[in-house]
Protein backbone atom coordinates (compact mmCIF):
# COMPACT_ATOMS: atom_id res chain seq x y z
CA UNK A 1 0.00 0.00 0.00
CA UNK A 2 1.37 3.47 -1.26
CA UNK A 3 2.45 5.91 1.49
CA UNK A 4 0.04 8.27 -0.09
CA UNK A 5 -3.09 5.82 0.60
CA UNK A 6 -1.68 5.56 3.88
CA UNK A 7 -1.95 9.22 4.48
CA UNK A 8 -5.57 9.28 3.40
CA UNK A 9 -7.14 6.44 5.44
CA UNK A 10 -5.03 8.11 8.37
CA UNK A 11 -6.88 11.19 7.41
CA UNK A 12 -10.19 9.37 7.14
CA UNK A 13 -10.13 7.46 10.36
CA UNK A 14 -8.95 11.26 12.20
CA UNK A 15 -12.03 12.97 10.53
CA UNK A 16 -13.97 10.36 11.74
CA UNK A 17 -12.91 10.65 15.44
CA UNK A 18 -12.46 14.11 15.84
CA UNK A 19 -16.07 14.38 14.49
CA UNK A 20 -17.42 11.33 16.74
CA UNK A 21 -15.67 13.43 19.92
CA UNK A 22 -17.61 16.50 18.42
CA UNK A 23 -21.05 15.15 18.10
CA UNK A 24 -20.92 12.90 21.62
CA UNK A 25 -22.82 15.72 23.20
CA UNK A 26 -25.96 14.82 20.87
CA UNK A 27 -25.49 11.45 22.57
CA UNK A 28 -25.30 12.84 26.11
CA UNK A 29 -28.29 15.16 25.53
CA UNK A 30 -30.39 12.17 25.22
CA UNK A 31 -30.22 10.76 28.51
CA UNK A 32 -29.79 14.85 29.93
CA UNK A 33 -32.29 13.57 33.02
CA UNK A 34 -29.94 11.36 34.33
CA UNK A 35 -27.40 13.08 36.82
CA UNK A 36 -23.94 13.47 35.18
CA UNK A 37 -22.12 11.53 37.99
CA UNK A 38 -24.17 8.53 36.54
CA UNK A 39 -23.52 9.23 33.32
CA UNK A 40 -20.01 8.69 33.89
CA UNK A 41 -20.12 5.52 36.01
CA UNK A 42 -21.64 3.96 32.73
CA UNK A 43 -19.09 5.34 30.84
CA UNK A 44 -16.44 3.65 32.92
CA UNK A 45 -18.35 0.43 33.32
CA UNK A 46 -19.26 -0.07 29.93
CA UNK A 47 -16.02 1.50 28.30
CA UNK A 48 -14.07 -1.39 30.52
CA UNK A 49 -16.60 -4.16 29.00
CA UNK A 50 -16.05 -3.00 25.77
CA UNK A 51 -11.96 -2.86 25.83
CA UNK A 52 -11.57 -6.04 27.37
CA UNK A 53 -13.38 -7.35 24.13
CA UNK A 54 -11.35 -5.51 21.97
CA UNK A 55 -8.00 -6.21 24.02
CA UNK A 56 -9.03 -9.66 23.69
CA UNK A 57 -9.85 -9.80 19.91
CA UNK A 58 -6.49 -7.66 19.08
CA UNK A 59 -4.44 -10.62 22.05
CA UNK A 60 -2.93 -7.46 23.46
CA UNK A 61 -3.36 -8.83 26.85
CA UNK A 62 0.51 -9.65 27.51
CA UNK A 63 0.60 -5.61 27.31
CA UNK A 64 -2.34 -4.93 30.05
CA UNK A 65 0.22 -7.56 32.69
CA UNK A 66 3.17 -6.25 31.24
CA UNK A 67 2.43 -2.76 33.32
CA UNK A 68 -0.30 -4.39 36.23
CA UNK A 69 3.21 -6.16 37.30
CA UNK A 70 4.74 -2.38 37.84
CA UNK A 71 3.32 -1.09 40.98
CA UNK A 72 4.71 2.71 40.21
CA UNK A 73 3.13 2.63 36.72
CA UNK A 74 0.14 1.46 38.14
CA UNK A 75 0.00 4.12 40.75
CA UNK A 76 1.05 6.83 37.68
CA UNK A 77 -1.90 5.46 36.04
CA UNK A 78 -4.54 5.77 39.30
CA UNK A 79 -3.67 9.97 38.75
CA UNK A 80 -4.35 9.69 35.51
CA UNK A 81 -7.77 8.09 35.31
CA UNK A 82 -8.95 10.37 38.12
CA UNK A 83 -7.30 13.07 35.79
CA UNK A 84 -9.68 11.41 33.38
CA UNK A 85 -12.78 10.79 35.00
CA UNK A 86 -13.08 14.60 36.10
CA UNK A 87 -12.46 15.69 32.98
CA UNK A 88 -15.52 13.45 31.67
CA UNK A 89 -17.60 13.92 34.44
CA UNK A 90 -17.49 18.26 33.90
CA UNK A 91 -17.64 17.66 29.80
CA UNK A 92 -21.49 15.81 31.06
CA UNK A 93 -22.29 18.20 33.31
CA UNK A 94 -21.41 20.97 30.95
CA UNK A 95 -23.41 19.77 27.90
CA UNK A 96 -26.47 18.46 29.91
CA UNK A 97 -26.19 22.11 32.07
CA UNK A 98 -26.47 24.60 29.01
CA UNK A 99 -22.60 25.28 28.96
CA UNK A 100 -22.11 23.43 25.57
CA UNK A 101 -20.30 26.65 24.32
CA UNK A 102 -18.04 26.90 27.40
CA UNK A 103 -16.92 23.01 26.58
CA UNK A 104 -15.93 24.15 23.17
CA UNK A 105 -14.39 26.96 24.47
CA UNK A 106 -12.56 24.49 26.32
CA UNK A 107 -11.16 22.25 23.52
CA UNK A 108 -10.32 25.49 21.43
CA UNK A 109 -8.05 26.20 24.03
CA UNK A 110 -6.48 22.82 24.61
CA UNK A 111 -4.04 22.54 21.67
CA UNK A 112 -2.60 25.90 22.50
CA UNK A 113 -2.37 24.60 26.69
CA UNK A 114 -0.66 21.72 25.13
CA UNK A 115 2.24 23.85 23.74
CA UNK A 116 2.37 25.76 26.41
CA UNK A 117 2.68 22.27 29.38
CA UNK A 118 5.45 20.83 26.34
CA UNK A 119 7.44 23.82 26.91
CA UNK A 120 7.34 24.15 30.65
CA UNK A 121 7.90 20.01 31.40
CA UNK A 122 9.37 18.84 28.20
CA UNK A 123 11.95 21.37 27.31
CA UNK A 124 9.94 21.86 23.76
CA UNK A 125 11.06 25.70 22.89
CA UNK A 126 8.14 27.72 21.31
CA UNK A 127 8.74 29.68 17.97
CA UNK A 128 7.46 32.89 17.56
CA UNK A 129 4.21 32.49 16.24
CA UNK A 130 3.43 30.02 18.72
CA UNK A 131 4.63 32.65 21.42
CA UNK A 132 1.99 34.83 19.95
CA UNK A 133 -0.82 32.25 19.41
CA UNK A 134 -0.60 31.79 23.49
CA UNK A 135 -0.26 35.57 23.99
CA UNK A 136 -3.40 36.00 22.25
CA UNK A 137 -5.10 33.17 23.59
CA UNK A 138 -4.18 34.21 27.50
CA UNK A 139 -5.15 37.92 26.55
CA UNK A 140 -8.72 36.50 25.50
CA UNK A 141 -9.32 34.97 28.73
CA UNK A 142 -7.75 38.21 31.22
CA UNK A 143 -9.59 40.60 28.54
CA UNK A 144 -12.89 38.55 29.51
CA UNK A 145 -12.14 38.24 33.88
CA UNK A 146 -11.27 42.55 33.46
CA UNK A 147 -14.01 43.53 31.27
CA UNK A 148 -16.75 41.39 31.87
CA UNK A 149 -15.89 40.12 35.09
CA UNK A 150 -16.06 36.84 34.73
CA UNK A 151 -13.67 33.55 34.12
CA UNK A 152 -14.53 30.93 31.73
CA UNK A 153 -13.57 28.56 34.47
CA UNK A 154 -15.26 25.07 32.82
CA UNK A 155 -13.50 25.99 29.95
CA UNK A 156 -9.85 26.37 31.57
CA UNK A 157 -10.74 23.26 33.80
CA UNK A 158 -11.97 20.83 30.85
CA UNK A 159 -8.73 22.21 28.52
CA UNK A 160 -6.26 22.09 31.66
CA UNK A 161 -7.18 18.62 32.70
CA UNK A 162 -7.47 16.77 29.53
CA UNK A 163 -4.04 18.67 29.16
CA UNK A 164 -2.10 17.35 31.73
CA UNK A 165 -4.01 14.25 31.01
CA UNK A 166 -2.33 13.74 27.58
CA UNK A 167 1.16 15.30 29.29
CA UNK A 168 1.38 12.57 31.88
CA UNK A 169 0.78 9.60 29.29
CA UNK A 170 3.08 10.96 27.13
CA UNK A 171 5.64 9.81 30.07
CA UNK A 172 4.14 6.84 31.00
CA UNK A 173 5.16 3.85 28.32
CA UNK A 174 1.61 2.44 27.66
CA UNK A 175 -0.23 2.02 24.20
CA UNK A 176 -3.68 3.99 23.95
CA UNK A 177 -5.83 1.03 24.04
CA UNK A 178 -4.03 -0.47 27.32
CA UNK A 179 -3.41 2.34 28.67
CA UNK A 180 -7.05 3.44 28.72
CA UNK A 181 -8.19 -0.08 29.67
CA UNK A 182 -6.06 -0.17 32.68
CA UNK A 183 -7.62 3.48 34.15
CA UNK A 184 -10.97 1.87 33.47
CA UNK A 185 -10.17 -1.10 35.52
CA UNK A 186 -8.99 1.28 38.19
CA UNK A 187 -11.99 3.79 38.44
CA UNK A 188 -14.75 0.87 38.14
CA UNK A 189 -14.38 0.15 41.93
CA UNK A 190 -15.70 3.77 42.17
CA UNK A 191 -18.32 3.38 39.54
CA UNK A 192 -19.20 -0.01 41.05
CA UNK A 193 -18.97 1.53 44.96
CA UNK A 194 -21.01 4.82 43.98
CA UNK A 195 -23.61 2.73 41.53
CA UNK A 196 -24.51 0.45 44.84
CA UNK A 197 -24.36 2.98 47.64
CA UNK A 198 -25.05 6.95 46.67
CA UNK A 199 -26.61 6.55 43.26
CA UNK A 200 -30.55 7.15 44.38
CA UNK A 201 -32.28 9.06 41.36
CA UNK A 202 -34.67 7.28 39.58
CA UNK A 203 -32.44 5.75 36.74
CA UNK A 204 -30.19 4.05 39.34
CA UNK A 205 -31.30 0.64 39.24
CA UNK A 206 -31.21 -0.89 35.15
CA UNK A 207 -34.56 -3.36 36.12
CA UNK A 208 -36.53 -0.37 36.68
CA UNK A 209 -35.02 1.11 33.44
CA UNK A 210 -37.57 0.88 30.21
CA UNK A 211 -35.17 -0.81 27.37
CA UNK A 212 -34.49 2.33 25.48
CA UNK A 213 -32.82 3.95 28.25
CA UNK A 214 -30.70 1.32 29.31
CA UNK A 215 -29.51 0.75 25.38
CA UNK A 216 -28.60 4.59 25.33
CA UNK A 217 -26.70 3.92 28.93
CA UNK A 218 -24.72 0.69 27.70
CA UNK A 219 -23.95 3.01 24.34
CA UNK A 220 -21.71 5.21 26.62
CA UNK A 221 -18.88 2.37 26.06
CA UNK A 222 -19.21 2.84 22.47
CA UNK A 223 -19.22 6.63 22.53
CA UNK A 224 -16.21 6.07 24.50
CA UNK A 225 -14.18 3.52 22.59
CA UNK A 226 -14.78 3.83 19.14
CA UNK A 227 -13.25 7.50 18.36
CA UNK A 228 -10.29 6.07 20.72
CA UNK A 229 -9.60 3.46 18.07
CA UNK A 230 -9.89 5.54 14.79
CA UNK A 231 -7.58 7.96 16.80
CA UNK A 232 -5.07 5.33 17.21
CA UNK A 233 -5.49 4.03 13.64
CA UNK A 234 -5.30 7.47 12.20
CA UNK A 235 -1.89 8.43 14.63
CA UNK A 236 -0.10 5.03 13.33
CA UNK A 237 -0.74 6.39 9.53
CA UNK A 238 -0.27 10.33 10.62
CA UNK A 239 2.56 12.83 11.99
CA UNK A 240 1.46 14.52 15.10
CA UNK A 241 1.85 17.84 13.38
CA UNK A 242 -0.78 16.67 10.72
CA UNK A 243 -3.19 15.31 13.29
CA UNK A 244 -3.25 18.53 15.19
CA UNK A 245 -4.93 19.87 12.14
CA UNK A 246 -8.27 17.71 12.75
CA UNK A 247 -8.29 18.14 16.09
CA UNK A 248 -11.30 21.81 15.69
CA UNK A 249 -13.47 19.63 14.25
CA UNK A 250 -14.66 18.82 17.51
CA UNK A 251 -15.10 22.14 19.49
CA UNK A 252 -16.42 23.49 16.19
CA UNK A 253 -19.06 20.90 16.18
CA UNK A 254 -20.07 21.57 19.76
CA UNK A 255 -20.17 25.51 19.18
CA UNK A 256 -22.25 25.05 16.52
CA UNK A 257 -25.19 22.73 18.39
CA UNK A 258 -24.73 25.47 21.02
CA UNK A 259 -25.76 28.42 19.34
CA UNK A 260 -27.89 26.88 16.26
CA UNK A 261 -29.75 23.40 18.13
CA UNK A 262 -29.52 24.41 21.82
CA UNK A 263 -29.54 28.64 21.60
CA UNK A 264 -27.23 28.89 23.96
CA UNK A 265 -26.44 32.42 24.55
CA UNK A 266 -23.48 34.13 22.74
CA UNK A 267 -22.68 36.76 25.05
CA UNK A 268 -20.16 39.67 24.39
CA UNK A 269 -18.27 38.21 26.69
CA UNK A 270 -17.82 34.88 25.48
CA UNK A 271 -17.59 35.87 21.85
CA UNK A 272 -14.63 38.50 22.73
CA UNK A 273 -12.87 35.29 24.19
CA UNK A 274 -14.14 33.46 21.12
CA UNK A 275 -12.11 35.79 18.49
CA UNK A 276 -9.33 36.06 20.49
CA UNK A 277 -9.55 32.11 20.76
CA UNK A 278 -10.12 31.76 17.01
CA UNK A 279 -7.25 34.30 15.96
CA UNK A 280 -4.90 32.69 18.44
CA UNK A 281 -5.45 29.00 16.62
CA UNK A 282 -4.97 30.36 13.07
CA UNK A 283 -1.82 31.83 14.35
CA UNK A 284 -1.13 28.40 15.64
CA UNK A 285 -2.40 26.14 12.43
CA UNK A 286 -0.74 28.91 10.30
CA UNK A 287 2.79 28.33 11.76
CA UNK A 288 2.56 24.54 11.72
CA UNK A 289 1.60 24.55 8.33
CA UNK A 290 4.21 26.59 7.72
CA UNK A 291 7.12 24.38 9.60
CA UNK A 292 5.35 21.17 7.74
CA UNK A 293 6.09 22.26 4.71
CA UNK A 294 10.09 22.71 4.98
CA UNK A 295 12.30 20.35 3.96
CA UNK A 296 13.37 18.16 6.91
Not at 122 to 138: D, I, K
Amino acid sequence: MSLTREQKIGGAFAATAYTLWGIAPLYFKQIDEVPALEILLHRIVWSFLLLAIVLTLLQQWPKVAAVLRQPKMVAAMLGTALLLAGNWGLFIWAVNNQHMLDASLGYYINPLLNVLLGMVFLGERLRPLQWTAVALAFGGVVLQLIHFGSLPWIALVLAGSFALYGLFRKKLATDAISGLFIESLLLLPLALCYWWQFADSPYANLAQNPLSLNLWLVAAGVVTTVPLLCFIAAAKRLQLSTMGFFQYIGPSFMFVFGVFLYNEALDPSKLLTFGFIWAALGLYSFDAWRHLRRPR
